[in-house]
C-alpha cells in the first residue's frame, strides 16, 4: 500500500467527469487499496479517485462505521434535507456549509464486483454525496452556503 499525494483545487482532474470502472482488475484492487492508506494517513472520511489523480469511478468512505469500498457508485434513492458542515482533503483549509439530501441509498459493486447497496443518514449520507460529487468533477465549494478559512488557532 502506498499513501499517495492529494490533488488540491485547481487542478484538472478534479473537474473532470470520472470514467466507469469496467473490468475489477488487480489495478482497481491496488488503487483501493492505496485510497484507503491516503484516507487514513490524512484522516479524512471520504476519498475519490480522482483527488488521487485517477480520473475513475472509485470511492472509499469511513466515518467510523467501517470502510466501505464504492465502485462505479449510483445515488439511488434520497430524503430530505440537511445543512452540516463539510471540508475536503483536496481543498485544504476551507470548511463551509452544505446542504444534502438527509437520507441516501447508493448501489456500487465492491471489490470482487458484486452489486450491493449502502443506506445512510448523517455523516455517512453527507461522505456518500459529496464522494459521488468528486465523480462528477463537483466540489463541496460549489454548492457551499457559506465558506470558512481555517485560522491557524483551530
Ligand atoms: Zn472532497
Known amino acids: 500500500m502506498a ?8 487542478e484538472p482532474v478534479l473537474r473532470l467527469k470520472a470514467e466507469p470502472v469496467k473490468k475489477i482488475d488487480r489495478t482497481i484492487h491496488k488503487l483501493l487499496d492505496d485510497m484507503v492508506a491516503t484516507m487514513d494517513a490524512a ?12 480520473s475513475l469511478r472509485v ?6 462505521d467501517g470502510l466501505l469500498e464504492l465502485i462505479n457508485p449510483e445515488l439511488v ?5 440537511e445543512r ?5 482533503l483536496s481543498v485544504t483549509g476551507y470548511y463551509g456549509e452544505v446542504e444534502r439530501y438527509a437520507r ?10 458484486k452489486r ?13 454525496q459529496h464522494e459521488i460529487d468528486h465523480l ?17 488557532k483551530e
Not at 434513492?77 to 434535507?81: D, L, P, Q, V
Not at 452540516?84 to 475536503?88: D, L, N, T, Y
Request: hydrophobic share 45%; aromatic share 2%; glycine share 16%.
Open 84 to 88: 452540516g458542515q463539510e471540508g475536503c
Open 3 to 10: 499513501v499517495l499525494s492529494i490533488k488540491q483545487a485547481g
Open 77 to 81: 434513492h434520497h430524503e430530505g434535507a
Open 43 to 54: 484522516e479524512g472520511v471520504g476519498l475519490a479517485a480522482p483527488q488521487v489523480g485517477v
Open 136 to 152: 462528477e468533477g463537483v466540489l463541496f465549494t460549489d454548492k457551499a452556503i457559506t465558506l470558512t478559512k481555517a485560522t491557524d
Open 116 to 128: 450491493f447497496q449502502v443506506t445512510g443518514e448523517g455523516l455517512l449520507a453527507r461522505a456518500l
Open 104 to 113: 441516501v441509498r447508493v448501489e456500487a459493486l465492491n471489490r470482487q464486483g
Open 59 to 64: 470511492v472509499v468512505i469511513d466515518v467510523g
